[in-house]
């Protein structure tokens, strides 16, 4: 029987510590119901003491999500164990993930505390957490810069306090493949016990080296590896899941390993991540990025409309990615467009459905043909929209390169409707002052990007704007063939998002 390896997805934790990421609780259920689809076997949902927003998030999606086991990240101390206990109540399989540092460098610096010290918290934290659920993560933070002995003798020590996995962090993205597999296996052979517990890893990739380590552990013999989809996570991020997954299977002569993931999910899974959190995918990534199936020289694609395994080694329909085909159109009905929204994956409840035909509708009278891709992103859109305090109900723009650019705006906000105008540096400029005036919402925006959904004149525009107040930042994504209209709509999300604030989690 091939061993099997659990996929333990951190996007919700190390992935929202992504410099400029800050999602709500609302999105932080909707990727996890996501993870679900694509059927990760642990969501790490948050570290519930860092931030009330993170502890509601871990709750909520404890009580929502039943399929994955659900971890929350908690120091070595009782208090960050209680308050993860707490926010995992209601989970059908929680799992407490404690950890300290065990490096020289950390214990010195960070922690000022001895290794005897270390050992004595972590065997507390591993007791503490197993007083309230069985499945108890340990980590030792920096276990890859940390002295062989003492690593043994920590996870030994966490193992017979109660211990059900130990994670092997590269924390600092510092070790190198052939080193983190003599790591593993040196653990592997020295750790009392250690056949009993699952072996996870946890890769960064500051040396680009994270999907490498985390395959190389594996082949040593780990069973769990945590990776984050995108490869989000702290400054270079995590192992990518989906580069992780289908290493492992396009690969499966060197690993031999099975795993849960439906990898039929990956893409839709990716597109969404990067559309709730605003990291764009960079073309050229692996897996995920828009031109990793694209055949560019003409002795490409000569091969491969002659036999596709000449220059490709996975099909693009094994991560879920369809053809862009031109599907549908102004006289396209209900039937055929929630035939469409079930071949791509989707599965709407009949409100939503009639929510998303109506934009498709809406659609379809300003841009001739609808692609998969169109369909994809007002679907998303949609199923990620918070409830909205402020509504965009009219705007007028005039913009010229000889005259001021000048806007006007009505909002509904609540009941009341607001009309104001401004002038500006350019029609954006103009209308995102009208609305700072009409919202009377004080802040400031530090990132606008703007991309073409599908290929054409009449293409949807993408709009996504950051905003900051105070301190924190909040996102906003707008959509429309009028690219004006989209960058209002994106401006007016993140107004929503300052106010619907309650659901703001950032440590
Ligand atoms: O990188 C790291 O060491 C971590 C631990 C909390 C597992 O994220
Ligand atoms: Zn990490």
Redesign the pocket.
Known sequence: MPRKIDIFDTTLR?GEQTPGISLNVAEKLEIARQLERLSVDVIEAGFPIASKGDFNAVKAIAENVKGPVIAA?ARANFKDIDCAAEALKAAARPRIHT?IASSPIHMKYKLKMTEEQVLEAAVAAVKRAKSYVEDVEF?A??ASRSDIEFLCKLYAAAIEAGATVI?V?D?VGYTMPKEFSNLIKTLMEKIPKIENVKVSV?C?DDLGMAVANSLEAVAAGATQIECAVNGLG?RAGNAALEEVVMALDTRKDIYGVTHNINTKQIYRTSKMISTITGVAIQPNKAIVGANAFAHESGIHQHGVLAEKSTYEIMSPQSIGLTTNRLVLGKHSGRHAFAERLKELGYELSQDELNKAFERFKDLADRKKDITDMDIEAIVEDQVIKLPQHIELDYFQVSTGNKSIATATVRVKINEDTIEEASTGDGPIDAIYKALDRACNVNCKLVDYSIRSVSGGKDALGEVTVKVEKEGRTFLGRGLSTDIIEASAIAYVSALNKILYNGGYCKA
């Open positions: 190390d990240l950890f980590s933070e920096d994670n962090p924390t946890h960064h702290e």
